[in-house]
Structure formats: C-alpha cells, structure tokens
C-alpha cells in the first residue's frame, strides 16, 4: 500500500467554483502535512502547511482528520491560475526529514 | 535571496557516460533530498542527506551516487548503470530535526540521452 494516495483526477471544474481534494495517508506516525501545487514542467512550491486545528490562506482552507488518516484541500472561487496539480506530502514523528509525496490531484479550471 | 539553485537546467547524457547534477542549497538546511519525476508520474525519492558526509538511499538509488561534503552542496551523479536516466530531477531541502518543516525545492534538471 502507498504511503500516501491521493485522486489523480482530473478534477474540470468552471471558473468561481469550489472544488476539494482528499488525501489519504497510511502510517498513524505521520506528524506533518502539506500541500504542494506543481506547474506543468517545474517544480513543486509549497502551497501551505496543514495544521491539527485546520487552517486557511485566502481562497484556500485546509484540514487534518487524523482518526480516518486523510487531509483535505478546498479551494473557493477557483482562479484560471489555480490549474495545477496538487501534491499531498506527510513525514513521520520518527524521521522528520523523510518525505512521503502523493502522485497529485490535476485541477483544470475553465473559463 | 536564499533558495535552492539546480545545474544545467537542461542536460543529454550518451550512452556509457556519466553525468553530475549539481544542487547548492543557501537556506542552511542540514537536510537535502534528490527525486526522480517521470512525465505524468509523482516524485520518487533517489537518495537524501541528513547532515553533512552523510547520505541514505532512498526508493531507486541504483545507478545514482551522491555526495554531501559540504552542506551547502549535494550533487548527483547519473551512473552508466542507469539504463533509462530520462526524467526531471529535482532537488530539495528542508531544516533538521524540525517538526512541521516543509522542503523547498530548486526549479529541475532535465535529463534526456543522446
């Protein structure tokens, strides 16, 4: 089993929608989450960290339900720019500096 | 401006020949990492580095070697051993020991045979 899972989509959704990936880890020890956006042909960029109580930056909310093991990503009133792919990554309490990536979840927003 | 900084960006490899991909790394992060992307497929992990003269094998680590010798640097050598190099390398870093610190990555290496 993968460490982490994600959707790989595509996810098609019209501009001003709200749209929201799921994110599913294996290993109960995970200890940090994130959430990475990736353009075509280059490199992740952190998108935000994913915090116990659940937090928000702008247009986008994240939350963390440790008892089903999964993360959550909302996006409101989609962008054009927000096309990407969104990478779910997670690390253990035991080797903070071992990652664990999600294949990504493909967003395309229309005009 | 502190960051990550990938060279060439773009490299071609002929047959039975080794490359190096270099990463420098200002940020002071103890810990680097090297991943492997295919088109269309998620990052797989090649090799990372906790502290400096250090390194442990990640997923595929056959037909790469690394070296960390100092700690702002952590290149990657493509070996002949590996039959199929074609791929995105991304390198990244993060803090040591630190819980909840994410990895920044510099911008790629494009690597394509001849």
């Known amino acids: 089993r993968k460490e982490v899972e994600q959707d790989p989509g595509p996810f098609n959704v019209p501009e001003g929608a709200t749209v929201a990936f799921n994110c599913t880890y294996s290993?109960?020890?995970?200890?940090?989450f994130f959430w990475y956006r990736q353009d075509c042909r280059k490199e992740p960029k952190l998108l935000m960290s994913v915090y116990s109580s659940g937090n928000e930056d702008g247009r986008f909310t994240a939350q963390l339900n440790r008892a089903s093991q999964y993360i959550s990503l909302l996006i409101r009133d989609s962008k054009l720019s927000d096309s990407a792919t969104y990478l779910c990554?997670?690390?253990?309490?035991?080797?903070?500096?071992?990652?664990?990536f999600g294949s990504g979840t493909k967003l395309n927003v229309k005009p | 401006d502190g960051g990550i900084t990938q060279s060439p960006k773009y490299l071609f490899r002929k047959e039975g020949q080794n490359v190096t991909l270099s990463c420098e790394q200002n940020?002071?992060?103890?810990?680097m990492y090297w991943y492997r992307q295919d088109p269309g497929q998620g990052l797989r992990l090649i090799y990372y580095s906790q502290i400096v003269n250090d390194f442990q094998k990640g997923d595929i680590a056959e037909g790469y070697s690394v070296s960390r010798e100092k700690k702002e640097s952590f290149p990657l050598t493509v070996t002949s051993a590996q039959k199929n190099p074609t791929a995105f390398y991304l390198c990244?870093?993060?803090?040591?020991?630190?819980?909840?610190?994410?990895?920044?990555f510099g911008d790629g290496t494009r690597l394509s045979i001849l």
């Open positions: 290993n109960s020890a995970s200890q940090s």
């Open positions: 990244a870093s993060s803090g040591f020991e630190v819980s909840n610190q994410p990895q920044h």
């Open positions: 940020l002071n992060h103890d810990a």
């Open positions: 990554v997670v690390n253990s309490r035991y080797n903070f500096n071992k990652f664990y």
